[in-house]
């Protein structure tokens, strides 16, 4: 094969956004990935509809040990953006919730598109193909494939990172990035379920299934690393531990070894309604605590509390009902594990941006080498930040590829 002007490897969403707007910009591109299926996250996100953006994104959503980073790309390459490349391919779409936006009829519209637009680029693309060795000298980049050797003055890593192998994830961007002396944030399974040991979490496993709403928070939010975060969304119990939208959401912020407090009644003074409750009901704590908490747990709850008898409001102390609130209203427990990168939605950490360009995403050790999407340390909420990354960043690094190849300073 003659040779290219920019090699991209990873077909996921960064990969062949950037690869298609590359590609219309009058590059050569060679777009290569190990998988037989094109952008498998893709096509099982939202539930097989694609949560594909949202539309309230801002870099507040974001995590990373270099939280400035993802400003540039982001505001260069809005949601907007990419709600006008839906809006061109009559691609119908709603809004679910808090911003975000979801295809009306499948994920696959979302590939469809992007191999449209790739293919108006005049894309090629290698798949499946593994990529066996990486080189780089004056002149460029030489790549070694299964389908033989390509030269390329640009490489552009959208591996992605090590969530969900069985669709074919990896840590090659990884090793790329080590192979050219580019620092790794450590990396940990991120909008995952937590677990817990079995012992602690026998009294719940009955239920498993049962979704509330709740505030979830852990850590202090202090610190260079910020670690600390809160959310209310639904709580889901399961089997193992907890799961739904506010464990997804702060399994990003928690590390090991750290509690957990949730708020199991978030929109109520539980404290204040049973204690007013017992000067006017003859009613069983069962039966009162069920108007605040589904039945199922609320009976579950007493369980766990053997100095708090079920009986009459009236029979109880305050100082009994004081103290069955506040558990409710602040539940610790810490945590053994979550279920790990084969349900983890994303990876946390990744190719330390501070080596390269927020503007370019290009190296600043290596001329010509560029890290997108989810491969590099920027971990978005859940809710479509994470795809609106993978453009933006997808974009930045495109509109940088025709450009003379120089030692980024930003």
Known sequence: MQ???AVIIGAGAAGLHCAAIAGQRGLKVLLIDHAERVAEKIRI??????????????PAQFLSANPAFCRSALARYTPQDFIGLLQ?????????????????????????????????????????????????????????????TVHSARLVVATGGLSIPKIGATDFGHRLARQFGHKVVETRP?????????????????????????????GSGKGRDKTGGEFTE?????????????????????????????????????????????????????????????????????????????????????????????SLKRWQLVPSGTEGYRKAEVTAGGV?????????????????????GEVVDVTGWLGGYNFQWAW???????????????????
């Open 3 to 5: 040779p290219v002007d």
């Open 45 to 58: 996100s939202g539930g097989g509809r694609c949560n594909f953006t949202n539309r309230d994104t801002t």
């Open 88 to 148: 061109r391919h009559r691609i119908s779409f709603h809004e679910k919730h808090k911003g975000q936006l979801f295809c009306d009829q499948s994920s696959e519209d979302i590939i469809a598109m992007l191999l449209r637009e790739c293919e108006a680029g005049a894309v090629t693309r290698w798949q499946p193909c593994a990529v066996h060795n990486v080189t780089h000298s004056a002149s460029g980049f030489e790549i070694a494939t299964e389908r033989g």
């Open 190 to 218: 991120a909008l995952v379920p937590l677990t817990f040991d079995a012992d602690t979490w026998q009294p719940f496993t009955a239920l498993a299934g049962l979704s509330l709403e709740a505030v979830v928070s852990t």
């Open 234 to 326: 639904d709580l889901l119990f399961t089997h193992r531990g907890l799961s739904g939208p506010a464990v997804l959401q702060i399994s990003s912020y928690w590390r090991p070894g750290a509690p957990l407090t949730l708020d199991l009644v978030p929109q109520h003074d539980l404290q204040h309604a049973l204690t007013a409750a017992k000067a006017t009901s003859r009613r069983k704590l069962s039966n009162e605590l069920a108007e605040w908490l589904p039945r199922r747990l609320a009976d579950t709850w007493l369980q766990t509390q053997p100095e708090i008898v079920d009986r009459p409001l009236p029979d109880l102390r305050d100082r009994d009902l004081i103290a069955l609130a506040t």
């Open 352 to 372: 330390d941006t501070r080596e390269l360009s927020s503007t370019t995403l290009e190296s600043k050790r290596v001329p010509g080498l560029h890290f997108i």
């Open 392 to 410: 933006a960043s997808a974009a930045a690094c495109a509109g940088a590829l025709s450009a003379p190849s120089n030692p980024p300073t930003a």
